[in-house]
């Protein structure tokens, strides 16, 4: 069983402060990570990309990628009550998938 | 990004029925994705649709209870049969963005099933 875990909170964080989101995966294959946001009622909404060991920041998010731990990561900065969602972390699994197997999701709440 | 129109948007259908939803993609995908959110979770990967084969099925998920068809490139259709409450879902369609490998995968707007 291909496995994606996160912790599924609520995590609470102050607004301004930075938010950390992580998520581990089972399938030492997994060549694509993907952290989506889901707002309540609505469908997903792709966030980050990562493909390669390190980190990539796009305006106030850092992915950050570690394959030897199996390890996936979601930075916010400057958290805003907008922010306020679930964050669901997404991997493609090795051996030739192409579809996303999806973590449970964690709530995050930034609290004004 | 591909835009993606999937309807109806919501159904209360009655149990023993079925319902047939639509994912019309504004350009020429190769694979096309079906999922399946029950309330309070995440997302679970239903089939794969390429068009001109065959819908590959997740474990836990068989034809004869989602018959997916794929006629051409930008067209996708799920059936939910022989309904009964557990499959009371959102159910989302998905593309991969051309080219392949480019940054991630486009998700319609769901389609809220609520079987009674």
């Known amino acids: ?112 | 990004s591909a835009v993606i129109s999937q309807k109806p948007s919501r159904d209360i259908c009655q149990r023993g029925t079925s319902l047939t939803i639509q994912c019309q993609v504004d350009s020429q995908v190769t694979m096309m994705f079906w999922y399946r959110q029950q309330p309070g979770q995440s997302l679970t990967l239903i089939a794969t649709a390429n068009q001109g084969s065959e819908a590959t099925y997740e474990s836990g998920f068989v034809i004869d209870k989602f018959p997916i068809s794929r006629p051409n490139l930008t067209f996708s259709t799920l059936t939910v049969s022989n309904m009964s409450p557990e499959d009371s879902s959102i159910y989302l369609c998905s593309v991969e963005p051309p080219p392949p490998g480019a940054l991630g995968y486009t998700f319609g707007s769901g389609t809220r099933l609520t079987v009674v």
């Open chain 1, 1 to 112: 069983q291909k496995e994606v875990e996160q912790n599924s909170g609520p995590l609470s964080v102050p607004e301004g402060a930075i938010a950390s989101l992580n998520c581990t995966y089972s399938d030492r294959g997994s060549q694509s990570f993907f952290w989506y946001r889901q707002y309540s009622g609505k469908s997903p909404e792709l966030i980050m990309s990562i493909y390669s060991n390190g980190d990539k920041e796009d305006g106030r998010f850092t992915a950050q990628l570690n394959k030897a731990s199996q390890y996936v990561s979601l930075l916010i900065r400057d958290s805003q009550p907008s922010d306020s969602a679930t964050y669901l972390c997404a991997v493609i699994p090795g051996g030739g998938a192409d579809g996303l197997t999806f973590g449970k999701g964690t709530h995050l709440i930034i609290q004004p």
